[in-house]
């Protein structure tokens, strides 16, 4: 990492290398909570969430107990929350769980997936104080705190679901009760999170070799907010290059020599003209060369932008860790971890499950010279879950087979993607 | 893969009868299974010895069959029927069972009959310990170190090599865990494993290493046959592992694993079911190991269960529908969700956004002298299951829900260390700590309390987790409750005082009025009835009101809102903002239809069974059929009635005045319905009364349909009916009631003993017992709580009467007879534990139509309408009545599939103005005789004495049918699954009044080529009538052959016991009988039930009977 420290960057790298499989340790969010944190006061902060529709949510501070502004989403993963806090497709939002007990068993050392927490407000029905798990460090309360992240508990989070259901998402602001005035006019000026370039917040700024010597062809991951758990599963069976969004294919080739392309989840809007753009045209070159090349949420978006696929912005997206993904070549179903809301349009059956806005990329075009198949659809409301590249050894997925936080159905993806190297690779040689 | 075409028709087998361990959960997914077959077009034949359940309704399935559920049986129906498939899954062990025996032993093959689910082989797999253990070793899941024994001698040389105590003993292929347990020492590693030898169907059982302690786990998996799995539920247990997951409170979702714990089971879970080759749905059970992280697989159910049917209340998701489809071809991928309906299939993981706890219900309120101890075997009847926000409001309405008699938890004294029900002086005396670590240490009922109760007096979370090795999460839950309640006891000031804060706080955390009143009170010593009005539950449902907090209703919708819902199925709970989308009701005011509210019956408990849940499911078809929304209020996750397209809208709600009230509130109803929901719901009548006019300043107009509630109080209490029944000439035994020991005393003098005695008010006939003289009374009286409102009531006893039961239907004009019962017992014994036939068997037709004529007067007299049942007893040609229940019966299922009138439907027509003219009733079915059985829960309660009297014991009940008398009673004798032996040894030994009378049946048995052994005096009477008896003694005898020696060593096959007094446990007798429980040797205790007996091993000498198909078409209005 050059220059000024941004809030995730996640990777320490003092603590390399071996020539392995496994990942080197990463900096972790939960490492803070080494240290003890100042106390906070006894007394509760009555707190309001307000919403763009006009509902307003009293409830109480937790946390940073300041104030916190964004695109407010829902999850209905029941566990993980440490995962999610810390997965960067987050940033920009205010994140709201469904299930009502959060932090039952705290936050644990080394299981964050990256260096921060991302929502930039959180929205509980009940943040659990007395954690009890035996890898417990600290409650989520502490947890907010140390990150200065403000939360707002004892909210109606069913009710608020229920707008999201029915309005799409939508901006909101999180603060003290007593400045409802104030907070009424931040969320009169809000502007979406999505025109900001998020994924320039989140990821890395130059390549770093995390397993170098590690006998396996070496991936160029793109980072547009990387997750620890994509990378572990990377360095698992590749020499990996952890790299910036925006880096050249033609540096990767010439400077770094890859084998192999991968390209991350992230936040916002994939047809954002920032880094995402830059990606973008770093993995359609790739795909258009015969690279290698798989790519996850938000590269899976991109990868459909670089194929001539229109993206759009969801109603809600889909976020937990109980999605269903049916594979149309094998008719089975897979449960899956999704955290996105934004899609590739389906060619045939058009944007479904569409935001009120319509925000949509319009037209796009097609960089890497091939078509992308629908390979994947979500069995519920059949929008597009992953796509196979036409003639080329590429394939993206919507969802999460790293899991973190999700069920492992999809894991067999990084063996799939292992074999279309190595695969290619015969054939090169 | 789409429905398979080559499967025509398909045998579904049920469970039988309800029975602690296979309870009312397999007629729930039975019959979700008949109903999703059938619309499917497939040609369904069910068998079920049951009479009780709404599985087999003649409109469930195409062929019904009420047919003991015995291998032998079972074919003879396939060989009538010839159906293509068979699915076994949804009749728990039961059918599980005789479904692999019949595999086994080439029947299925000869026959052509495939057997769909999961197969044979599967089956095998989960069942055989060894096999199991096999398949988890060949993929690395990690099992408790165990071996397999077959014999005694296997079982000591197991231990040793274990080499640690104590161990886990565990008998393979059985019902609940029967028959194993935790032991200590060898002696009790033999007592329980020869037991448990003689239990298994494989003579096998596990010895293995104890991980008592751990947490225990439980994940509900489907999976079809193209291999997709989901995991539907995760439950925790709250008891660690070492008692029964059918005894723990469970809680859904699991609340301590984090996220990569929960996946590392998830997989091991999906890994298994694969490696078995399981389709459909299925149970994995896991113990965790909270401070290592380390894993044991327990056990695996290849097969819905007790816990599939809660996992299916607690999502939405329905387990048992989806995999009846996946076991006909289905893949999950191709169903839609029914909860959401299009857009979404059933290929996907409900996520709650509540949390749900599960209790279970005991019967150790009835079974006073029954070991409360709660280990790997089962000992509860029952469940509630209650949803909330948060753990701690879901805990306190489950405990409400549990009627128990005691709502909400109260501090504890040493009036609970008596369980005397108030105990004057000793309620005034806080229970020692040394007890409460007792309670705390030992799992038992009491356990939840007693950690309420802790924390109540301030104890540390670490100490707690010490005792109880319970995971701290739930402990800091209990913790947060007390500190609550103690917010309350501390709150100054009136009730008119509480702020909105304060009550909301409470509210939320599950705290009902009545909770929040007794706490305010200082929780009195005289009992949470007796705080005045003024400061009592109405006066904070007042001031709740008036601060205008009222439940908001969350639907239960599988997705936490994720997906619009279109499943009406709610719960309560108490959240600040206003409801809005698919939780609210739209437009209520301007709905057309009527809204009809019936009253559920609440847990399964001795006395309240499945025949209750069966008279709601009736009530809701009918209000439906009248063109009326019918909404159910009940608690029970294993019920028909709490499916979620059974009624209109349900509420997952404790069977409470509150929680009824808010529903009305909510609901805006027209009519409530208290007749179906047994004592549950008639109990409910009186308070309901009290706050009808309150409620009617809130805006509601509800009536209480059907028989009015002073008719409800006329029929049920003693006074008003004695006056009654005066005023239109009926006799009634004499009696009187009182409420001080000199009353009582003074009441038997009069009435001359024997009298028989009971509490005024109750179920089951708590309490009740026949006593023979003063001494008896002392005792009785010594042991019974008096009380202003509590009187007892003293009655005459009639000896030697014959008790007849009546189930009717009046319409306000006419009154509609079901059925007039004749019991095989004397008066005397409790009328839900009696065996029972229609038509009466020995009753002249003149005396039947005096019966008839009665029973009209007392309809029309009483101003009955709706259901009502009456219990009659003939002594010396004098007619009695004995009591009349306003309300449906335990009979009433019965009744209907005996005669094929569908009662329970005609009389809710009836409550909502219905007249019978106006409705199409069928007609009688007459040709065959139907004899109704029970079943008792003895071999799982010890210390309870196994012989029917008075107080009500039996768990269920069985149906034979046949035009013979004897055969239909010889195939309900089958059905109660104790074996009709029919060759070997009898012992015979009466009480010296019927010495002379039992000779009869002893010279029968000897004809049948019985060798009878009697006791000395016994044997004296049958030398003297020229009978060949052995002579066998007593144990007080001591002297050989004794009576258990004989048992023991396999020479007795049946015993006839008739004891001196039919409720004292004469300690001789008691040990004999519950060795012949423990040995499956069949034992009458009265002498008609020795006749009957006798009758029946003549009728099973005569060959196979034949199987009676249930002919009733009920007509469709």
Known sequence: ?429 | MPRRDDIKSIMILGSGPIRIGQAAEFDFSGSQACTALREDGFKTILVNSNPATIQNDPEMADRVYIEPLLPEVVRSIMEKERPDALLAGMGGQTALNIATDLAHAGVLDELGIELIGSDLEAIDKAEDRDLFKRVCESIDLPVPFALACNSMDEVLKAADEIGSWPLLVRPAFTLGGLGGGTVWNIGQLVEVASLGLRKSRINQVLVEESILGWQEHEYEVMRDASDNCIVVCTMENIDPMGVHTGESVVVAPQQSLSDSDHQHLRDCALRLIRALNICGGCNVQFAYNQATGEVRVIEVNPRVSRSSALASKATGYPIARMAAKIAVGYTLDELPNPITGHGTTAAFEPTLDYCVVKIPRWPFDKFRTADRTLGTSMKSTGEVMAIGRCFEEAFLKAWSSLETGEPHPRPLTRADESDGEGMAERANEQLSDSTLVEWLSIATDKRMGALYEAFRRGWPIERVHEITRMTRWFLYRFQNLARAEASIVEHFGSIGSIDAHSMRQWKQLGFTDAHIADAKAGFPASGWKKIPTAAGESAVMKRRHELKIHPRYRMVDSCAAEFAAKTPYYYSTYEGSVDSGIDTLNNIEERLKERMVVIGSGPIRIGQGIEFDYGCVHAVGAIRQSGRDAIIINNNPETVSTDFDTSDRLYFEPLTLECISEVLLRERAHGILLQFGGQTAINLALPFESRLPYLKEMGLDTKVMGTSIDAVDEASDRQRFEAFANRIGLRMPRGAIGTTADEVRSAAGQIGFPVLIRPSYVLGGRGMEVLADEKQLQAYLDEAYLASDKPLLVDEYLGHAIELDVDAACDGEQVLIGAVMEHLEEAGIHSGDSTCFIPTQTISATMVEAVEKQTEQIGLGLGIVGCFNIQFAIQDDRLYVLEVNPRSSRTLPFVAKATGVPMARIAARATMGDLFVQQSIPQRRTGLVCVKAPVFPFIKLTGLDPAPGPEMKSTGEVMGSDPDADVAYLKARLATEIPVNTAGGAYVTVRSADKENVVPMVRDLIELGFTVHATPGTADVMRRNGLSVKTAYRITDSKQPDALNLMRSGDIQFVINIPTTSGGAVRDGNMMRRLAVEMNIPFVTTLSGARMEVAAIRAAGRGPTVPQRLKVSYLKD
């Open chain 1, 1 to 429: 990492m050059s220059g000024s420290v941004k809030a995730g960057g996640g990777f320490s790298p003092g603590r390399l290398v071996t020539p392995s499989g496994d990942a080197p340790s990463f900096t972790d969010a939960a490492d803070v909570l080494k240290h003890a944190l100042p106390p906070v006061p006894d007394e509760e902060v009555p707190g309001l969430l307000l919403l763009a529709d006009g509902s307003r949510f009293e409830g109480l501070l937790f946390g940073a107990r300041e104030s916190a502004e964004g695109e407010l989403v829902f999850t209905t993963g029941m566990t993980g929350f440490q995962e999610s806090l810390t997965d960067p497709s987050f940033a920009g939002q205010v994140l709201a769980f469904t299930y009502p007990l959060i932090g039952n068993y705290g936050v644990h050392l080394g299981r964050s997936e990256s260096a921060g927490i991302w929502p930039r407000g959180v929205v509980v029905r009940h943040a659990m104080r007395n954690p009890d798990h035996r890898d417990s460090v600290a409650g989520i309360d502490e947890f907010l705190r140390a990150h200065g992240v403000t939360g707002i508990e004892a909210i109606d989070t069913r009710a608020v679901t229920r707008r999201v259901r029915e309005h799409g998402t939508l901006l909101c602001v999180i603060g003290a009760a007593s400045d409802e005035r104030s907070l009424k006019q931040r969320l009169a000026e809000l502007t979406p999170p999505d025109l900001e370039d998020l994924v320039n917040e989140v990821s890395l700024d130059e390549p770093i070799l995390l397993n170098p010597g590690f006998n396996a062809p070496r991936l160029a991951a793109l980072d547009c907010g990387i997750k620890y758990n994509i990378l572990r599963e990377l360095c698992r069976r590749f020499e990996v290059l952890w790299c910036p969004p925006d880096i050249a294919y033609e540096k990767l080739v010439s400077d770094w020599n890859i084998d192999a392309m991968f390209c991350s989840n992230g936040p916002g809007d994939p047809a954002h003209p920032g880094k995402a753009t830059a990606a973008r045209m770093t993995i359609a070159e790739a795909v258009s060369r015969g690279m290698p090349t798989m790519g996850i949420c938000l590269g899976h978006q991109l990868l459909g932008l670089a194929c001539g696929l229109t993206t759009y912005k969801m109603r809600y997206g889909h976020r937990g860790a109980n999605q269903p993904v049916l594979d149309l070549l094998s008719r089975t179903v897979a449960i899956t971890s999704q955290n996105h809301g934004f899609a590739v349009e389906d060619p045939e059956k058009g944007m479904l499950a569409a935001h009120p806005s319509g925000a949509n990329s319009g037209p796009q075009e097609n960089l890497a010279g091939v078509e992308a198949v629908v390979r994947y659809v979500n069995a519920n409301d059949l929008t597009v879950e992953g796509l196979d590249i036409e003639s080329r050894p590429a394939f993206s997925v919507q969802y999460h087979p790293e899991a973190c936080p999700g069920p492992h159905d999809a894991a067999p993806l990084f063996e799939r993607f292992s074999s279309i190297v190595a695969e290619h690779l015969r054939g090169g040689e």
